[in-house]
């Protein structure tokens, strides 16, 4: 029997990851290789990733990017935004989008960091999310001295057993 939405089953938070899949450096024109899904210095770039929404989603869904500053760098702060786009099949693909603007991120060399936590308040079972994040390299207040790898997105919400 598939789970329904609604069946007064008991609730919990559920928390997953979902690595980057693909990169863009818009300075040079260049989709990044798969296995370096990183985010160049001095460049414009953005990393994706994709997820559907699952049949035990019930609300509350919130996503947060996580990466790192590469080991060669010093400290400094990366100039990060963040997108995300969902709509159903059949749908636009950007029925629904989430900005959060570009602002001064902390890094630090090989140390795992966080963007700041976005809610998809029209979230829906089935949706095809569509995860963007761009680091603006180009900009002086970009002062990391070095790449920036996305590891991917950190989503929690509610579901159903």
Same mark, same amino acid.
């Given at each position: 029997?598939?789970? /329904?939405?609604?069946?007064?089953?008991?609730?919990? !938070?559920?928390?997953?990851?979902?690595?980057?899949? *693909?990169?863009?450096?818009? %300075?040079?024109? +260049?989709?990044?290789?798969? &296995?370096?899904?990183?985010?160049?210095?001095?460049?414009?770039?953005?990393?994706?990733?994709?997820? *559907?929404?699952? *049949?035990?989603?019930?609300? &509350? +869904?919130?996503?947060?990017?996580?990466?790192?500053?590469?080991?060669?760098? /010093?400290?400094?702060?990366?100039?990060?935004?963040? %997108?995300?786009?969902?709509?159903?099949?059949?749908?636009?693909?950007? !029925?629904?989008?989430? =900005?959060? #603007? /570009?602002?001064?991120?902390?890094?630090?060399?090989? !140390?795992?960091?966080? =963007?700041?936590?976005?809610?998809?308040?029209? #979230?829906?079972?089935?949706?095809?999310? !569509?995860? +963007?994040?761009?680091?603006?390299?180009?900009?002086?207040?970009? /002062?990391?001295?070095? &790449?920036?790898?996305?590891?991917?997105?950190?989503?929690?919400?509610?579901?159903?057993?």
């Amino acid at each position: 029997m598939p789970i /329904t939405k609604g069946l007064g089953l008991l609730q919990r !938070t559920r928390t997953v990851m979902v690595s980057s899949d *693909v990169g863009w450096n818009a %300075t040079d024109d +260049l989709v990044l290789a798969e &296995d370096q899904v990183k985010m160049p210095i001095s460049k414009s770039s953005w990393v994706y990733g994709h997820w *559907v929404i699952p *049949v035990d989603f019930v609300s &509350d +869904l919130s996503i947060q990017w996580i990466g790192f500053g590469s080991a060669d760098g /010093t400290s400094g702060y990366g100039m990060l935004g963040a %997108t995300y786009r969902y709509g159903q099949v059949g749908e636009e693909w950007d !029925t629904h989008e989430h =900005f959060s #603007a /570009t602002s001064q991120v902390s890094m630090s060399i090989s !140390t795992i960091q966080a =963007f700041k936590t976005v809610a998809l308040p029209s #979230a829906e079972i089935g949706d095809v999310v !569509t995860f +963007l994040c761009q680091r603006n390299g180009v900009s002086a207040s970009d /002062t990391f001295d070095s &790449d920036i790898f996305s590891q991917g997105w950190l989503i929690s919400y509610t579901a159903e057993y």
